[in-house]
């Protein structure tokens, strides 16, 4: 059962910020929240992970709001490279449980 | 590193025959995953190893699956009695746990696309 709710597409112009939404109501405070993509024909990839603290890193950033029931993935300047689906995945900080992915938003990059 | 290896790329077979998937993980990886992927779905868990073991097996494991990674390195999955619904991709990623920290960063690969005739 996936843990996380995510609109199932969205379109983003190209040179623009997408900003994917994720709601992760029922997370718990020992879990992080990670963030994938997968473009079409490939294996998924990691994009970034975070507890509570916004993180930033040289693909993304990540909003994660003070309750934590929500985040933010932002691509600041999206390329039609970026057209993927994004898979908002929360999981606990003990490594030993799986990534389940649910499916994820479809970004659409359009020039 | 060359990244996740997975072989072969594509394989189509007929019902009821076997077949077998190899992946070869990032050498200094010490965890193997595999996933199943269908159309339209996020990828769904399989089973992992940390080094040679078997540490955990999804309820969509079923008998005619088993997976394998002897001496920790590559590892196989091998379908017995192939049937229509097991059509699909099929991936592997590795994993390590960084040092200081409690997650994992996994890396995939490109898949195997399995087409049952």
């Known amino acids: 059962d996936a843990k996380t709710t995510q609109p199932p597409s969205m379109d983003c112009a190209e040179g623009r910020a997408a900003n994917l939404p994720c709601n992760h109501s029922t997370i718990s405070g020992n879990e992080y929240v990670y963030w994938y993509r997968q473009i079409h024909s490939q294996g998924p990839q990691y994009i970034i992970h975070g507890l509570k603290n916004n993180e930033t890193n040289e693909m993304a950033s990540l909003i994660i709001t003070e309750d934590r029931k929500s985040s933010t993935l932002i691509l600041p300047h999206a390329t039609l490279r970026d057209t993927a689906v994004y898979y908002c995945?929360?999981?606990?900080?003990?490594?030993?449980?799986?990534?389940?992915f649910g499916k994820g938003t479809r970004l659409s990059v359009i020039a | 590193d060359t990244g996740v290896s997975q072989d072969p790329r594509h394989k189509i077979t007929k019902r009821g025959q076997n077949v077998t998937f190899r992946c070869d993980p990032i050498?200094?990886?010490?965890?193997l995953y595999w996933y199943r992927q269908t159309l339209g779905q996020g990828p769904e868990f399989l089973t992992y190893?940390?080094?040679?073991?078997?540490?955990?097996k999804s309820r969509l494991l079923s008998d005619r699956f088993s997976a394998e990674r002897p001496k920790g390195s590559f590892s196989t999955l091998e379908i017995q009695r192939t049937e229509q619904g097991d059509s699909a991709m099929y991936l592997c990623?590795?994993?390590?746990?960084?040092?200081?920290?409690?997650?994992?960063?996994?890396?995939f690969g490109s898949g195997t696309r399995l087409t049952v005739v």
């Open positions: 995945i929360v999981r606990p900080n003990s490594g030993n449980t799986p990534l389940v």
């Open positions: 190893f940390q080094n040679e073991a078997q540490l955990e």
């Open positions: 050498s200094e990886h010490n965890r």
């Open positions: 990623a590795s994993s390590s746990r960084s040092t200081g920290t409690m997650y994992d960063r996994y890396t």
